[in-house]
């Protein structure tokens, strides 16, 4: 885990051996389930500690502070309730927890071979503080356990934005972050999603970009603030927002000079 480590120092966290072990034993576990279930495409050794474990920790640089050009990782306090959205293989929300173990983590995923998978790395793990749901986000966004209850929602290659709002913002609570991980894309999406978000409750509050070692590609987080509650029929049953995402015939969304950082 050489290239992990190094290249979290660069960007402002110091991982542990201990951690680096956990890291190690998590790529061994997903290389094994993935020979079976296709959990991800990115296996090589040095492209998976960059592309999934640095890319997942980067997420932390959404609730951070810039200081000059450069903008630092926040650290989120013990038992911040968060929830993955359409997590997969775990990420981003694994290598946070292994990160900051105090985090109070819970795993949405709709497929049930990869909760299988989820679970059995979080037992190996011996994570606490862990739940695993196989669900929908429109399902469990509309359960009173679940709904408006997290302070930070998370999401990585789950839909595009004006779809993924309608199953992020329901499940935040006023006063959380939203944090979506997107592609060069983001600021196209933003447009589109602007009547999504202030409809369900959101305001952008910035994008940073995110430059990590070996990507060509710049990727973005888009931090969205829990401001008002959401409508409670959203989010609608489950299939909708894909089909008929909340959309405005005339966006007129851009983004103020301010919310964007670069690295």
Known sequence: ME???????NMGFA????????????????????????????TEYEHAQIRHFLDSLS????????KGERRWPGVPAPGTRVIDVGSGAGFPGLPLKIL???????????????????????????LEKVTVIHGRAEKVGQNKAHRESYDLVLARAVADLPVLVEYLLPLCRVGGKCIAQKGSSAHEELTVA???????????????????????????????????????KYPRRPGMP??????????SYSLPASASHTL
């Open 59 to 66: 997420c932390l640089l959404g609730i951070g502070e810039s």
């Open 100 to 126: 900051y173990p105090r985090l109070d983590l819970t795993l949405l995923e709709a497929t049930a071979k990869k909760t299988e998978f989820l679970k059995h790395v979080v037992t190996h793990l011996a």
């Open 15 to 42: 991982l542990t051996p201990a951690q680096l072990r956990m890291f190690q034993v998590y790529y061994e576990k997903l290389i094994a389930w993935n020979q079976q279930f296709n959990l991800t495409a990115v």
């Open 242 to 251: 894909g089909k008929r995402p909340l959309l405005d015939a005339t966006p």
């Open 3 to 9: 290239v992990l480590s190094e290249a979290a120092r």
């Open 194 to 232: 602007q009547y999504a978000i202030l409809l369900l409750g959101g305001e952008v509050h910035y994008v940073v970009p995110v430059e990590l070692p070996g990507l060509a590609e710049t990727r973005h987080l888009v931090v969205i603030n829990k401001v008002a509650r959401a409508p409670q």
